[in-house]
């Protein structure tokens, strides 16, 4: 087992990685920008290292830094959290020609399913399902007219290097498919220096479920069940639950069988994710694998018992996974909120600033993943993600119903805004308790107007908690000055303030 591993990234899954290796005996090696100097990541490790300024290209994207980093604090490891360079073959290679261990798979399989189009001809080899489109990349706009007249529209069209949701464009109208084009191509090569596209036909109302594997050097993959990911907002994910309210038990274990094709024909190893999307008759379509650890995979966790962390390091240090297929089974119901430092009023628009009161849920059952306390800046340079809330209950009522609970204990105030109240909103809607929605959930149903804005619940626990604190210290003054004064209730005084505001 490696002695030291650095961390090549930050915020909650730098801080997670660190729990994992802490756990193992590792040391952690922390990197960081000079906009996260004091950030939690860099209080939770041994040893921790500038690497450039805040913005990301000129600290967490430069390779040089990052392994002479490694270097200097003896590190024998790197582990890429997500995001950064966890799916960047180049950064892997870079790490091995350095005499250092990557965490995470081969160069050529994050190359094989980086690429889009060539994932789609990979799997479609392999026997896997994938959405009609495109046999590959497409040069122009009559060879996109000419695809959409053959599989009909709607369609998607896609950068070939895309992900997170950037660089796609759905295209309902063959009027829009020009103007589209030209964004999606535009936005390919502004963001992933490559402005190769293709075309997908668009599934009305899908839901996007991924199933988790894990692969070793052995030989052995496997798959750790599914998780359901179709409350979203612009193709990005907010909320998901294990396992989906929406598969059956025969298509789980379907879904299941060929995600372990799938990962075995671009010969994968370490933790990876193979995203599908399903149509209303559950038929199932590979959409893409993400060759790293997923934000969702806390709830994996919770309901199989596996630490994917510490199997992504224990795969790298050359064990064997010891568990087989018949070893895991969903466990209960699991749930997590992603809370961000954004507007949901103001088209999810990133609302960073500084924290200055923060309180996590706790109690049975709730985990909260973390890269911020309270004092903290979320920064402008990077992604807006706070927390990552996610709880386990015996079934899924049992799950709604602590998630409630833990987002009524969640109170974060400050300069900033966040999305609580968009996710309290959605335990309370039928359509979600039911299970009955898809990717166009928020969409559809979501009205900022219909859901209450944190501001004044927040500033009144603020002020609350301000309020207590000092009549705490006034009370403690007095009587240090006087030991026959009573002293005054903070409670008495914090209920005096609810009379007041009513």
Not at 311 to 333: C, K, N, P, V, Y
Not at 456 to 482: E, F, I, K, T, Y
Not at 485 to 491: F, K
Request: glycine letters at 8%; a neutral charge.
């Amino acid at each position: 087992m490696f002695k030291r591993v650095l961390v090549a990234n930050r915020g909650e899954i730098a801080v997670r990685v660190m729990r994992a290796c802490r756990e193992l005996g590792i040391a952690p090696v922390a990197i960081f920008s000079e906009a996260d100097r004091t950030a939690l990541h860099v209080r939770e490790a041994d040893f921790a290292v500038a690497v450039g300024p805040p913005p990301a290209a000129e600290s967490y994207l430069r390779i040089d830094r990052i392994i002479e980093a490694a270097r200097a604090t003896g590190a024998e490891a790197i582990h890429p959290g997500y995001g950064f360079f966890s799916e960047n073959a180049g950064f892997a290679r870079a790490v091995a020609e350095a005499g250092l261990v990557f965490i995470g798979p081969p160069p050529e399989a994050i190359e094989q399913m980086g690429d889009k189009v060539e994932a789609r001809r990979l799997m479609a080899a392999a026997g896997v399902p994938v959405v009609p489109g495109s046999p590959g990349v497409l040069d122009n706009e009559q060879q996109v007219r000419a695809i959409a007249h053959e599989i009909g529209f709607p369609i998607m069209l896609k950068a070939a290097a895309g992900g997170g949701g950037k660089g796609m464009r759905e295209i309902h109208r063959e009027e829009d498919l020009a103007a589209a084009l030209r964004a999606v191509v535009g936005e390919a090569k502004s963001s992933f220096g490559d402005s190769r596209f293709y075309v997908e036909k668009y599934l009305r109302q899908p839901r996007h479920i991924e199933v988790q594997v894990l692969a070793d050097t052995r030989g052995r993959t496997l798959h750790l069940f599914e998780r359901e990911c179709s409350i979203q907002r612009r193709h990005q994910k907010v909320v998901e639950e294990s396992p989906s309210p929406f598969v059956t038990p025969a298509m789980r274990k379907a879904m299941g069988e060929v995600a372990v094709r799938a990962a075995k024909a671009v010969g994968y190893v370490s933790a990876g994710t193979i995203e599908f999307l399903a149509d209303a008759d559950r038929n199932f379509y590979f959409l893409e694998m993400n060759t790293r650890i997923q934000v969702e995979h806390p709830i994996t966790e919770l309901v199989t018992g596996v630490d994917l962390v510490k199997e992504q390091i224990r795969i790298a240090a050359g064990e064997a996974l010891s568990f087989t297929q018949r070893d895991l089974a969903q466990r209960g119901a699991a749930i997590e909120c992603r809370i961000y430092a954004e507007d949901p009023a103001n088209g999810f628009a990133p609302a960073p600033g500084r924290i200055e009161t923060l309180r996590f849920p706790a109690g049975p059952g709730v985990r909260v993943d973390t890269g911020v306390d309270a004092g903290a800046e979320v920064p402008i340079y990077y992604d807006p993600m706070i927390a990552k809330l996610a709880v386990w209950g015996r079934d899924r009522a049992e799950a709604i119903d602590r998630m409630r609970r833990a987002l009524d204990e969640f109170a974060i105030a400050g300069e900033l805004r966040t999305n609580l109240e968009l996710h309290r909103w959605l335990m309370d809607q039928p359509r979600f308790l039911s299970g009955d929605y898809d990717n166009t959930f928020l969409e559809s149903e979501y009205r900022p107007a219909a859901v209450r804005t944190e501001s004044d619940p927040a500033r009144l626990a603020a002020m609350l908690m301000a309020a207590v604190a000092a009549n705490a210290n006034h009370a403690g003054a007095a009587a240090s000055a006087d030991h026959s004064a009573p002293r005054a209730s903070a409670w008495k005084t914090a209920a005096r303030l609810e009379l007041l505001r009513r």
